[in-house]
């Protein structure tokens, strides 16, 4: 387990004094991983010879300080999930590691225009703060590769947006969500879902599959008991993304417009 950006430069060196044309894959996650995590770090081991995980719970990229209170932290189960995986590494830095104590200055990656819909318009500043930190990962990783799940499907094009726009070194994969056998996708969020609301959550997954457009979705969302956030069908990508709220929950999802 290592805490410092040094720490992991250290051992990246000494890995590639060893095999100098080595691929290296990242994968940054928050932590409280599941089947969805396990994916991404079976990808990182079949293409690359070293595998590396972050896990960091990044205060920014949180809108309402009482979801990061309750973000799950199972850092024993994690660490067991990612020997099982194959990883070669796991970057387990404090707050202070990346975001240095106040010195004046305040550095921020930020997208103007596709951040500011959909998700963005629910959770301000949230792009912002996932975009910001994984510049810092993927400058701090030095990775060939970099993997991220379908299911943030809205992160994903943004980071794949940064990367292009900021000429990044490191290709970004996307690896397709990761869903329970009721269709639920797998998310770290699911763990604070009632009995009741986990039982209601797969209509969810059924619901954006089969409505025939987003106003019925969005109105047969409502009427199963679901706090809808937005239903939107992006023609242009043939996606249809959503965001409701089960009790304190959010969950998002997104599945290819038939
Ligand atoms: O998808 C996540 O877990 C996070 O948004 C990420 C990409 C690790 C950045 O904190």
Not at 220 to 239: I, N, S, W
């Amino acid at each position: 387990m290592l805490h410092t950006v040094a720490e992991w430069r250290a051992s990246r060196a000494e890995f590639l004094a060893k095999t100098p044309n080595a691929t290296l894959g990242v994968v940054p996650t928050m932590g409280a991983l599941h089947a969805g995590h396990a994916s991404l770090f079976a990808a990182a081991r079949r293409d690359c010879d070293l595998v590396l995980a972050t896990l960091f719970v990044n205060p920014t990229q949180f809108d309402d300080p009482s979801d990061l209170a309750r973000y799950p932290r199972t850092l024993d189960a994690d660490l067991a999930l990612m020997a099982e995986q194959g990883v070669d590494a796991a970057l387990i830095p404090p707050v202070e590691e990346l975001y240095p104590p106040d010195t004046g200055t305040h550095y921020t990656v930020q997208e103007d225009h596709f951040s500011r819909t959909l998700c963005g318009t629910h959770r301000p500043g949230h792009f912002t703060g996932v975009l910001t930190v994984v510049m810092k990962l993927l400058q701090i990783a030095g990775a060939t590769r970099a993997y991220f799940g379908e299911k943030d499907w809205q992160q994903l094009q943004l980071i794949k947006g940064m990367a292009t726009a900021f000429f990044l070194e490191t290709e970004i994969i996307g690896c397709p969500s990761v869903r329970g056998p009721d269709g639920l996708a797998l998310s770290s969020r699911n763990r604070h879902l009632s009995p009741a609301e986990r039982a209601l959550a797969p209509q969810f997954y059924k619901t954006l599959c089969t409505a025939p457009d987003a106003a019925s979705a969005t109105a047969q969302l409502t009427a199963l008991g679901f706090a809808v956030d937005y239903v939107e069908d992006l023609k242009a990508h043939q996606r249809r993304l959503s965001a409701i709220r089960l009790g304190n929950t959010r969950l998002i999802d997104n599945v290819p417009l038939s």
